[in-house]
């Protein structure tokens, strides 16, 4: 009785590593609808203090601007900012100053005209650092996305399953992993003499994807 009954604690374990693993992926398209901005004012002055001050006075308008196209003040907030001090030969040294503010405009149709306005109230010290879009909540995508990544291991499960000339049988293990939107149309670094009259913004569509890994069990005694 002893080795039968070894022989049958070696045999379920055996059954209980019997499965398959599969890896499935789903995609979803969602439509962008929030814009985030990356604003700087620069400026240059003789010493710190004056290129701080122009950059400051600059980056202030460009806020001002923003809150008055209807962007809540929740959604500004102060960025990098740096100063660095060049010394030509036979020069004056001359200091610049460098300041960004984190903008996100949460209707896409507008924040082309809300961007352009805030760069001409900026005036020459003005840049555009950095603009690209995103899906503000993609929890409703991600689970579409999700139902079809395990739509996906499913279906490879059981034609593999069918391959061994075994059946599925009970889910034994979950792992889920996902990735967000990918980056939308992006400008960066751009002065703004170089925006010209209109900026346009169009949202398209980014892919939100999900993965999961799954293990079945087989059903039944192996053939």
Known sequence: MGHQGKHERRDKRSRAREGITVTGSGTVEAVPDVVQIELGAQATAPDVQQAIDAATV??????TSLLASGVAPGDLGSAQSSTWTERPDN???RTTARLTLRVVVRDVAEAGEAVRQALAAAGAVAQLESMHLRVGDPSASLTKALDRAFGDARAKATQLAGLAGRSLGRVVDV????GGGGGGPRMMAMRADAV???LGVDAGTQEISATVTVRWAFDGEAP
Not at 58 to 63: C, I, K, N, W, Y
Not at 175 to 178: D, P, T, Y
């Open 175 to 178: 792992a889920e992993g996902s």
């Open 91 to 93: 020069a004056e040294p």
């Open 58 to 63: 600059g980056l202030d308008a460009a806020r």
């Open 196 to 198: 010209g009259a209109s």
